[in-house]
């Protein structure tokens, strides 16, 4: 692939991951009943299924350090079931996922 069109695949999928971004915050600031914390998880959570690559039709990816060019470190990769784990974690000490069904 060139790097003309590796360039091109890498903005169209960005537009597509942001787009899901803001039409989560979106759907959930419009879900009634939920507070300021309800509505911030339940975003975060959605980020992290598409970071996982279970939303959008985008993804996996890697989620690792950078360096302030953008390039790799050697940090690790910590992708991976992402959401799954924040769901655990909430399940396990009630402290997020308030406003979402269990199980």
């Not at 989620?63 to 974690?89: F, K, N, Q, S, Y």
């Amino acid at each position: 692939m060139s790097k003309r069109e590796e360039n091109k695949q890498l903005k169209a999928e960005k537009a597509k991951f942001l787009a899901y971004v803001m039409e989560t915050a979106k759907y959930w600031a419009s879900q009634p009943g939920k507070t300021a914390l309800e509505v911030a998880e339940g975003t975060a959570f959605s980020i992290l299924v598409a970071l996982d690559g279970e939303a959008c039709d985008c993804g996996p990816y890697a989620v690792r350090p950078i360096d302030e060019d953008g390039l790799g470190t050697e940090g690790l990769d910590i992708a991976g079931h992402l959401h799954e784990e924040m769901h655990i974690r909430g399940a396990k000490d009630g402290t997020v996922l308030r406003g979402m069904k269990k199980g």
